[in-house]
């Protein structure tokens, strides 16, 4: 009876690749914790240091600017020699950055720390991804969570912030930090082996096909238009969902929990469509779809709005772990590279387009804004030229 119970036991076990899979997934919802925190954090120090709209902007910009600037040169370093080390080092800096976020009253610190979350952030994301998709085994089903897990990650920390700081003050932020450091030395143990497996492979294997430039640059453009989309709608959907029904704030908020269910659900189900079409169909057809659903959001009245909101949500996140994968493999010499760019700089770009659109709402509407979104997702069909670099037909 011991003997089988101690052959049977192995079975109930997660196998090492999938045990990889989920720590490389709570981890990226750790690490992505820290980019939502910065937003989250903004208010309070403003209040508690008296900083103006302008230096707001700045710390906003030490972390989202630099993180994705730097995204792409992490991942050019690690494309060189691979450097597993980064995944735990870049979540903690993202932690520790945040931690000492409100312990200086000196505008300079706060902006330091903030900017060495930023780097963290930068520095874990070209690797993290590598290694997801070398666990996944090329499963798009273990990508896709490994893309919603960032997500997850964003969304949570304004959750978490005024659970920290409004109890404790800024004072308390070195807390925040915990999560990162905990998860980092996880992920140490946990990962050890599988790098450094990774890392021989890599070292004995060569090139296997020729990088593909031109579509991975086509394919950034469109990643820019997703995440125009993605930030134009998310960053005035609350306000313009109360103005449109005229109702209070709750609506809005309504309309962003609305916003946010599509996402998660829209980032699932595009790895399993990927499992079955071609990923540039599945791209093709999301960013079809996404044109109805913006209409109705914006030119259709009463709360069918809502219907267009978890439509379009649904639209433009089904291929959000698509682009990962594509621009891997777009870049099979340069996985680094093409992660960096894929989830750093072409991704945080697209912010660009909420400040524009505030500017053109204040000279216009907020709805005749929202109107000019209807064009991105006609860039995003660009896919049409595209093909599946593993398909042969």
Same mark, same amino acid.
């Given at each position: 009876? *011991? ?112 900017? /060495? ?43 978490? *912030?005024?659970?920290? /700081? ?106 399993? =469509? ?7 169909? /599945? ?26 909101? /978890? ?6 996140? *089904? ?37 524009? =659109? ?17 064009? =991105? ?17």
């Amino acid at each position: 009876m *011991v003997a089988g119970v101690t052959e049977s036991a192995p079975a109930t076990r997660l196998s090492p690749g999938t045990r990889s899979r989920w720590i490389l997934c709570v981890g990226h919802a750790v690490d992505d914790l820290y980019q939502g925190a910065v937003p989250a954090l903004i208010p309070y120090l403003a209040l508690a240091r008296h900083f103006d709209y302008t230096a707001a902007a700045g710390i906003t910009m030490a972390a989202t600017l630099l993180s994705s600037l730097f995204q792409p040169l992490f991942g050019i370093l690690t494309d060189r020699r691979p450097l597993p080390r980064l995944i735990p080092i870049g979540m903690s800096l993202a932690g520790l950055g945040i931690g000492a976020s409100g312990l200086s009253e000196s505008y300079l610190m706060t902006w330091l720390a903030v900017a /060495v979350s930023g780097l963290g952030v930068a520095a874990y994301h070209p690797e993290a991804a590598r290694a997801a998709r070398a666990a996944s085994g090329g499963s798009h089903i273990a990508m896709s969570w490994f893309s919603l897990s960032g997500s997850l990650g964003f969304v949570a920390a304004p959750l978490l *912030v005024p659970v920290v /700081v409004e109890r404790a003050g800024l004072g308390a932020t070195p807390l925040l930090s915990v999560p990162a450091v905990l998860m980092a030395a996880v992920t140490v143990a946990a990962l050890r082996p599988s790098a450094a497996a990774a890392s021989t492979s890599s070292a004995t294997a060569g090139p296997t096909t020729v990088d593909q430039w031109g579509p991975f640059l086509r394919l950034a453009a469109i990643i820019v238009a997703r995440s125009s989309m993605m930030f134009g709608l998310g960053g005035f959907l609350a306000l313009f969902a109360a103005q449109r029904l005229s109702a209070g704030p709750r609506t809005g908020e309504a309309a962003l929990l609305a916003f946010y269910a599509g996402f998660a659900i829209g980032t699932l189900w595009g790895g399993r =469509l990927a499992e079955r079409y071609s990923r540039i169909t /599945v791209m093709r057809l999301s960013y079809l779809a996404a044109i109805p659903g913006l209409a109705i959001i914006v030119f259709v009245p009463g709360h069918l709005l809502f219907v267009g909101v /978890v439509w379009t949500a649904l639209a433009i996140n *089904v291929p959000f772990s698509l682009h990962v994968t594509l621009g891997q493999d777009f870049l099979p010499n340069r996985v680094g590279t093409a992660s960096g760019v894929t989830l750093g700089l072409a991704t945080t770009v697209g912010g660009i387009a909420t400040p524009l =659109l505030g500017v053109l709402a204040d000279r216009t509407s907020l709805r005749t804004a929202l109107t000019v979104l209807l064009v =991105l997702p006609l860039v995003a069909l660009c896919t049409i030229g595209l093909r599946d670099p593993l398909r042969k037909t």
